[in-house]
């Protein structure tokens, strides 16, 4: 049972879906007999960090594949800045300002670091350098790709083979492709899932960063609760494919429906 609390998470979608940066109205996403997303409404504000939290199987992947466009909803409607994109194929979804990083990496693994973002930048930039006669597309590509490699502290590894780096590199270059399509709105799959105390910390300040200097709208699933509660302007909790709290960090520790959520799982971390 929920205590009245004037500092309660409202279970609500904050902004409503169509207003805001990024939009999910009632969405619901079955396989089979499995309902992983259950008529889920959220709204994030621009320029807004929001965590996607929840227990193991919430939902959370579901959903970012349903906003990407990887799945199709089975119902619902999916709105980036107002506009619904629900049926928008997943590679449009780029080019009109959305990306993310995969909760299992998904590089070019024989590929140098360079080339990785580099081939990224330039499906999502091109016919866009057609008035630059004197450096070929190449080129161009070349120098944003080391820009980026640069912002996620990758600048010591550009010729190093992806399969080679050390796995908390492996998940920057996976953030650093998401940002090579210079997106308005970033979500990150568990960025930092697999990495020692240090990469996390590191990876959280990094999030921090890119998300304070470029203005972006920023949905993040995370598992380690430090940086969900260190970082987020707001947390969902996802649980059984439904929402059950949206509020501050503060709000949602301290809700007793997710703190029953995670009972003899993450609760002690709450
Ligand atoms: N392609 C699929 N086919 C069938 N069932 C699926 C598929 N993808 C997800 N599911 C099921 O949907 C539910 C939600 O899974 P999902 O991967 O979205 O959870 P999650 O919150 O991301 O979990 P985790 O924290 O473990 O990453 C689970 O019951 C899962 O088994
Ligand atoms: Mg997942």
């Not at 089975?74 to 959305?98: C, F, K, N, Q, W």
């Not at 780096?165 to 940002?179: D, K, V, Y």
């Not at 598992?223 to 059950?244: P, W």
């Amino acid at each position: 049972m929920s205590r009245p609390d004037e500092n309660e998470p409202a279970v609500d979608p904050v902004a409503s879906p169509a207003d805001a940066a990024l939009g999910v109205d009632a969405l619901t996403r079955t396989f089979g007999e499995v309902v992983a997303v259950d008529d889920v409404s959220l709204g994030v504000p621009e320029g807004e960090l929001r965590a996607i939290i929840g227990p193991n199987g919430a939902g959370k992947t579901t959903l970012f594949n349903c906003i990407m466009g990887t799945l199709s909803p089975t119902e619902g409607e999916v709105y980036l800045s107002g506009t619904a994109i629900t049926d928008e194929p997943e590679e449009r979804r780029p080019h009109m300002g959305m990306a993310r990083s995969f909760q299992s990496n998904q590089l070019f693994t024989d590929q140098t670091v360079l080339e990785n973002i580099r081939v990224v930048v330039q499906t999502t930039q091109q016919g866009a350098f057609s008035l630059d006669l004197f450096r070929s597309h190449y080129d161009v590509g070349r120098e944003r790709a080391i820009q980026i490699a640069e912002v996620v502290g990758l600048t010591g590894d550009l010729e190093a083979e992806a399969k080679n780096l050390p796995h908390g590199e492996q998940r920057r270059l996976g953030i650093a492709m998401a940002l090579a399509t210079d997106p308005d709105v970033l979500l990150l799959d568990e960025p930092t899932s697999g990495m020692s105390p240090g990469a996390t910390t590191q990876t959280a300040e990094l999030i921090e960063e890119i998300h304070d200097e470029r203005g972006l709208t920023v949905v993040l699933i995370e598992h380690d609760m430090d940086v969900v509660l260190s970082i987020s302007d707001r947390i969902t909790v996802l649980d059984r494919g439904n929402v059950i709290a949206t509020g501050p960090p503060d709000a949602v520790r301290e809700n007793q429906a997710v703190q029953d959520a995670y009972l003899g799982g993450m609760r002690e971390e709450l």
